[in-house]
């Protein structure tokens, strides 16, 4: 199996080798089905996502309102959880695998890139059926049968906000391979913020555990593969990338206020746009994710380091990870 420590080496064409030999020994699709497919206990006193990660967890008015709608309001949230997940799988980040596997970028026409590019979309499929398993276990433990339309999350809508502001296909082609890299070398700390937790159902927790070991490999992965296209793009493609970073690096990391929005309206909260409102900047920062530890090795893989405008330190000093549960 590989560990996150060996995810820490530099990475290099001998990494994906590696990593594609090891893959019928560590996907989670082998070896952990059950843990999600079989009998799981399912106890209604525990929360279903942490209240530290609801920005307005702490709210006076949140705090106010009747029980049983502050507990619609968690279950929502973990399903948004899982939403988010699927949206990025299904609409980003498999799209992107398979452009990478038609040859729309430049540079990736060696087998061992092909190959574990095929493993780690397998990997994603499996990730969303996964949560998807996950949310209709929550639904049917819970009697939800109705929720709010919130339309695609935060990530995807400024994907597609970018990608009609950039016009050109090009421009769009590299636009999905930016925010797939972002995330893949993201999505552990998105992960880890449930993986860890001990106030939910053990399956969260499961869930995100699992999918974050795979996704410990998909990192150093999409950091090969991306050094590979970086170095054959035109000097105008490469600008085009780097500025673009900041806006992709966002996007993965935000804090979705409008689906909050829906979803406390939905609930029958009152004051619920008062109580965004009031959530947005200050002490919580817009950000959700503000682990960058993935984002910042990509960059120095790629020797842009010094060049995309965002504050890291900033961002990471006022996050969720700040917040008081
Ligand atoms: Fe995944
Ligand atoms: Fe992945």
Redesign the pocket.
């Known amino acids: 199996m590989v560990t996150i420590e060996e995810a820490t080496d530099p990475v290099g064409p001998s990494t994906l080798r590696r990593l594609a030999a090891a893959w019928p020994r560590r996907a989670t699709v082998r070896t952990d089905m059950d843990e999600v497919t079989g009998p799981q206990e399912y106890d209604p006193e525990l929360l279903d996502y942490p209240v530290a990660l609801m920005p307005f967890g702490e709210h006076p008015d949140f705090r106010d309102a009747p029980e049983g709608k502050r507990r619609t309001v968690n279950t929502l949230g973990w399903l948004a959880y899982n939403e988010r997940v699927v949206a990025a799988?299904e609409f980003v980040?498999n799209p992107t695998f398979e452009k990478l596997g038609h040859a729309v970028y430049p540079g990736v026409d060696r087998f061992e890139v092909k190959e574990i590019v095929r493993q780690?979309h397998i990997?994603?499929v499996w990730?969303t059926y996964m949560h998807m398993l996950g949310m209709q276990r929550t639904r049917d433990a819970r009697g939800i049968t109705a929720e709010p339309d919130c339309g695609h999350p935060v990530t995807n809508r400024l994907l597609y906000e970018a990608q009609e502001a950039a016009g050109e296909r090009w421009e769009a082609d590299l636009l999905y391979l930016l925010w797939t890299t972002v995330?893949?070398v993201s999505?552990n700390a998105f992960l880890d913020l449930m993986a860890r937790d001990t106030t939910v159902q053990p399956l969260h927790a499961t869930i995100a555990r699992l999918h974050a070991r795979?996704?410990s490999a998909?990192?150093p992965v999409?950091i090969e593969v991306m050094k590979d296209v970086f170095v054959n793009l035109s000097r105008r493609q490469q600008d085009f990338f780097v500025a673009s970073l900041p806006a992709g690096i966002k996007a993965f990391c935000a804090e979705d206020f409008d689906w909050w929005l829906k979803v406390l309206r939905f609930a029958g909260i009152p004051k619920a746009r008062d109580i965004i409102e009031d959530s947005r900047g200050g002490q919580h920062a817009e950000l959700l994710v503000t682990d960058f530890t993935g984002i910042l090795r990509m960059l120095r893989e790629l020797g842009v380091e010094n060049r995309v405008d965002f504050d890291f330190e900033g961002s990471a000093a006022s996050g969720a990870t700040g917040r008081t549960a």
């Open positions: 799988e980040v780690s990997d994603e990730h995330g893949e999505v795979d996704e998909h990192g999409m």
